[in-house]
């Protein structure tokens, strides 16, 4: 097959999925245990205190190392090259290394704090969704002077 054959073919795949009125979502759970079609949600607390555990102990620690071992062989290198443009390209390259180490830091501890206040998320959500299920007032107890009360109950 030649390049322009593919690339005619590649074109027109992308036409036809253009056209597609669907939306389709990658990665998805399969849907739950007797309810076909219906995907499920599931938090496990566990696996996020673990997640929380590993940031701490393990990947925050070892990316400062790693973050920290370029800096004595370019520090060094820097002062070598001082007098040369190789001197202010490491230089440079340095300012970016730090800068990128120190929001790769900020962005894990940003996980760690989003994963740590999930639970508490979700807790606080089932309970605003419980207090404002158990603050409906059923159809008997609604005053007359609502200008447009539901008549449901009439029809049980």
């Not at 938090?43 to 920290?68: F, N």
């Amino acid at each position: 097959m030649t390049f322009e054959d593919e690339w005619s073919k590649l074109r027109t795949d992308a036409a036809a999925g253009q056209k597609s009125t669907h939306m389709q979502l990658n990665q998805t759970d399969p849907p739950g245990p007797g309810l076909p079609g219906v995907l499920t949600f599931k938090s496990s607390s566990s696996r996020k205190k673990s997640a929380v555990k590993a940031l701490e102990d393990t990947v925050q620690p070892d990316t400062k190392t790693a973050g920290e071992c370029v800096d004595e062989s370019t520090e060094k290198a820097q002062k070598e090259f001082k007098d040369w443009a190789t001197g202010s390209g490491l230089t440079e390259a340095l300012k970016g290394w730090h800068a990128s180490v120190k929001a790769l830091q900020a962005r894990l501890s940003q996980e760690k704090s989003a994963l740590s206040g999930a639970n508490t998320y979700f807790l606080n959500n089932d309970y605003m969704v419980g207090t404002g299920l158990s603050a409906v007032v059923p159809p008997s107890q609604y005053p007359e002077d609502i200008p447009y009360p539901s008549r449901i109950s009439k029809y049980q």
